[in-house]
């Protein structure tokens, strides 16, 4: 299995603006047929250029309608056009084989054969386990994703659906995804799902057997959905689809427009409904807004955790403060060898980097008040709505609407790994 790490720099000299993805999969055999075409630009002449995509075998590269020489090296697709790049290009492969996750210290990650359909959950390093892409979260595009499978299953991929054809024995699904998406968030679900309308423009796909229990514990997504909108603005896409699968699954995942949570996650007595608020509030901090980098990960992190906190505070659970005073004597117990503007690769998904980023904004909203921190969590996510953040702009940010310095908590907080008394 090939061993991914982050990659290291985001756009090897050229960017994407769209995909357009045509998936033909068969579920018994695990059998991916495909053809991917990007749509580029790069700012120099380029001679050469690499894709990430793992694990399927190449039939053929062409750039801009012309033949390319192209090689692999693990998770890299190298190409050399016909002649050099410049500007718009665009680069169509043609691929298949038998798709699987890619490996990595995280576990393994991207497309994942389940029991009886298919599961997507590719961040942070997952997307080339299923399509060629410039696997970067700074590099955002739209999309179009044609998959063509089995009548017998629900597809959905995150974007608008704007086509549905019936074959014989086969279903056609077409999605849109018109917002700029970073490639990690996009996925696709294919299972025996049932599709239950919730308000806030909200849907639940669910097996039928979970359906009672799945009602019950997602009931109050709708009014999670109105608090958030209300705290950091209109709900950035057109609708939010909960995906619960069969199978068990450690985590939730976002998605852009979408979030997969396994059938342990649904228990009929809304024991995981934080992790419910902690997903939907990933929408406006993480999806709408991405980070440049995986350095700023408690971007992502910190403010959905702290949305979890202000669920728990708006429905009757404890406030806020009661919150921030349990997590921090858990952190306190924890090594202080984090920095938390940049935890490092090993540390991207420690429990420090969600529950220290809640507490670090915990400290902001007391150190300027309620009035000043929700104008900075408002105007944060409204004024970078669809693009791309990084911890030096928060900082930047929440200093000029607060009206007052904020190095100081910046030290504190994000720049040193002790935790502040």
């Known amino acids: 299995m090939v061993r991914a790490a982050l990659p290291s720099h985001g756009n090897e000299g ?5 995909y357009d993805l045509e998936l033909d999969y068969k579920i ?4 991916l047929s495909a053809r991917a075409k990007l749509a580029a630009f790069a700012p120099e002449p380029l001679s050469r ?14 750039v801009d309608g012309r033949a390319a020489k192209f090689s692999r090296s693990g998770t890299k697709l190298s190409v050399k056009p016909a002649r050099p790049v410049h500007g718009e290009f665009t680069v169509e492969i043609r691929y298949s084989g038998n798709p699987k996750p890619v490996g990595g210290r995280w576990g393994d990650i991207g497309w994942d054969e389940l029991t009886d359909g298919v599961l997507v959950a590719s961040q942070p390093i997952g997307a080339p386990s ?14 179009r994703v044609s998959v063509t ?3 017998a299953y629900a597809v959905l991929v995150t974007g608008d659906l704007v086509s549905r054809r019936d074959g014989a024995s086969t279903t056609n699904w077409v999605y849109e995804r018109r917002e700029p998406t970073a490639t990690y968030l996009m996925s696709v679900q ?7 309308a919730f308000p806030e423009s909200q849907r639940l796909a669910v097996p039928r057997s979970l359906v009672p229990a799945a009602r019950y514990d997602f009931a109050r997504q709708p009014e999670m959905a109105a608090l958030f909108s209300r705290l950091f603005g209109p709900y950035p896409f057109r609708e939010y689809v909960v995906v619960v699968t069969e199978d068990e699954l450690e985590d939730p995942v976002e998605a852009q427009g979408m979030a997969v949570f396994g059938s342990n996650h649904v228990d009929g007595k809304r024991g995981f409904e934080r992790l419910v608020a902690h ?8 999806n709408s807004l991405t980070i440049a980098d995986w350095r700023h990960i408690w971007l992502n992190e910190g403010f959905a955790t702290y949305a ?32 938390l503007a940049d935890p490092g690769e090993a540390n991207l998904f420690d429990e420090r980097v969600y529950k220290r980023g809640a507490l670090a904004l915990h400290a902001l909203r007391g150190l300027v008040g309620d009035a000043a921190f929700f104008a900075v969590l408002r105007s944060w996510a409204e004024e970078h709505r669809h693009g791309t953040v990084t911890t030096e702009e928060f900082l930047a940010h929440a200093s000029a609407v607060a009206g007052q310095p904020l190095g100081d908590w910046f030290s504190a907080w994000l720049a040193s790994p002790v935790l502040p008394g």
């Open 308 to 339: 979890e906190w202000l669920w728990s505070a708006e429905s009757g659970g404890p406030s806020t403060d009661a919150l921030a005073a349990q997590w921090r004597k858990r952190v306190a117990s924890l090594p202080e060898d984090l920095v």
């Open 28 to 31: 018994g055999p695990n059998r």
């Open 190 to 196: 294919i299972g025996r799902y049932e599709d239950l």
């Open 279 to 286: 997903e939907l509030a990933h929408q406006w901090f993480g």
């Open 149 to 151: 499978t089995s009548s």
């Open 130 to 143: 299923w399509f060629p892409c410039n696997d970067h979260p700074s590099d955002k595009a739209s999309y």
């Open 49 to 62: 250029f690499t894709l990430d995509l793992s694990g399927f075998k190449v039939a053929g590269v062409h």
């Open 14 to 18: 050229y960017r994407v603006g769209h």
